[in-house]
């Protein structure tokens, strides 16, 4: 395809030369005749930088200015938005082929997804599912990367997607994808709206601004129908909107709703109330907070056209997400979870969950990422000390930040409620601290991680996993 072809797809642009375009680049040092490197002003460098770099091994360029460079460029206001748009129209625009759901919220994203994924898959449909614990799709896996990928990534595995017979895109919509312009070019038949609550002001600077990127999803011309938490505060001002929507919730009045006719460790016996459809199912995931989930993937999928029975029988079938409130062991008549829980609105939640079904302590293991929103540390504590009997603080992907300062942070939120708790810096020597706490009746959860596999430190992703850490201390212990 030209380069000149592809400025088609932009108003405003300048195009200086010309050039057949063979693949789109976003790494200098991989990029090879006659492909397209992408140049713009990014939140920590400036990718111009590398334009010369990527000239050099005969890529062309799209950039924000014209640089004194021997190669085709296209000159545009903006080339992050730019990167959408021409990655869309290189692989054909896939997203007009396909029918697409998106999930945008605080917590929850990745669990709807899942449960959505599931009842359309039990109504027929052909699936492709794109998130934090990566993508899916007719039997092949892709390990994940960012929770919405870049442009390049995203287009070009939706191309695949659409050429593998996928029917319906069921994807996560991160607050940074929509700040950034990632997915300019989808417009969703459905979109979901989970919760709103503290998370990335490190990138955001304050709360209206992060709930402000998750409201561009709802607009009227990016999103067909809207799916909306009753029960959250922001919705009211997701209402202002005229994008045609449902609320589902379980305390204030809403579309949707559901009651629970029995609850216990492994599950709940649920009766959905779908705008006056029933639907009654057996859910196997844990907690309040799932319920919603439930109702949210409920809700967008009888919007999608999915009849009660198939959403109950679709509801049904997931008996766990990675990561999310997950059973890694069963340990000295104890219940050890593994669980994504890194806000303090997300912690509390699973560990309210838990502490209705805990007959004994209820122990907590948890750290905060480095070089992330640091004001949430202290909530963090204090959200623990009030609600388990004895907290191991302990590190979670430090960066490069000291992760004992990170642990001093979080203990000052503690210490203001409770002395109950041990600092260890190494997670797994804290884990195996943990462990060794454990007695009938107790549950452990180790929160912060899922099912991430990597412990980063000073720029290194360290091969490390939550869950196969449990099961190695286990069997030693054992």
Aim: with cysteine; aromatic share 8%.
């Amino acid at each position: 395809m030209k380069l000149s072809a592809l400025a088609k797809e932009l108003k405003e642009k300048r195009l200086v030369g010309d050039c057949e375009v063979t693949a789109l680049c976003t790494d200098s040092r991989t990029a090879a005749e006659g492909e397209l490197f992408f140049c713009y002003r990014g939140t920590g460098t400036d990718l111009h930088l590398y334009a010369e770099e990527a000239a050099a091994r005969g890529a062309c360029l799209v950039c924000e200015r014209e640089l004194p460079l021997p190669c085709a460029q296209l000159i545009v206001p903006d080339g992050r938005a730019a990167m959408a748009q021409l990655s869309a129209a290189f692989f054909s625009h896939p997203e007009k082929h396909m029918r697409f759901s998106g999930v945008t919220g605080t917590n929850g994203k990745t669990t709807t997804c899942h449960l959505l994924a599931s009842v359309l898959e039990e109504h027929g449909r052909a699936v492709g599912l794109i998130g934090t614990l990566g993508a899916r799709f007719m039997g092949r896996t892709v390990p994940p990367d960012l929770t919405t990928p870049d442009p390049v990534s995203l287009f070009s595995m939706l191309d695949e997607m659409r050429k593998a017979g996928v029917q319906d895109v069921v994807m996560e919509v991160s607050a940074h994808a929509l700040a950034l312009g990632k997915v300019a070019p989808i417009r969703f038949d459905v979109g979901v709206f989970t919760n709103l609550t503290r998370d990335h002001l490190d990138f955001f600077g304050d709360m209206e601004r992060y709930g402000g990127a998750k409201r561009e999803l709802f607009a009227p011309d990016r999103c067909r129908y809207a799916v909306y938490n009753a029960d959250d505060p922001f919705t009211r001002t997701l209402l202002q909107w005229e994008t045609p929507h449902m609320t589902y919730g379980l305390e204030n009045p809403a579309d949707a709703f559901a009651l629970v006719e029995e609850e216990s460790v492994q599950g709940s016996r649920v009766l959905f109330n779908l705008s006056d459809e029933l639907c009654e199912t057996n859910l196997l995931l844990l907690g309040r907070h799932n319920l919603y989930n439930a109702l949210a993937a409920a809700c967008a999928a009888r919007r999608l056209g999915v009849p009660p029975e198939c959403i109950a029988n679709g509801l049904g079938k997931v008996k766990q997400v990675e990561g999310r409130l997950e059973k890694a062991a069963h340990f000295r008549g104890a219940d050890i979870f593994v669980d994504f829980a890194h806000t303090p609105d997300g912690l509390e939640k699973s560990l309210s969950c838990l502490k209705e079904l805990c007959e004994g302590r209820l122990i907590v293991l948890f750290g905060c990422g480095g070089n992330r929103d640091g004001g949430k540390r202290k909530e963090m504590g204090e959200t623990a000390a009030r609600l388990c009997d004895f907290a191991v603080l302990t590190s979670d992907n430090p960066r490069f930040e000291d992760p004992c300062a990170i642990i001093s942070e979080i203990e000052k939120g503690y210490r203001s409620i409770s002395e109950e708790y041990v600092a260890i810096e190494e997670r797994e020597k804290a884990i195996e601290y943990a462990l060794n706490l454990l007695g009938a009746g107790d549950i452990l959860l180790i929160a912060g991680k899922g099912g991430e596999t990597y412990q980063e430190i000073m720029g290194i992703k360290f091969d490390y996993n939550d869950k196969d850490t449990v099961k190695k201390i286990v069997g030693k212990l054992s």
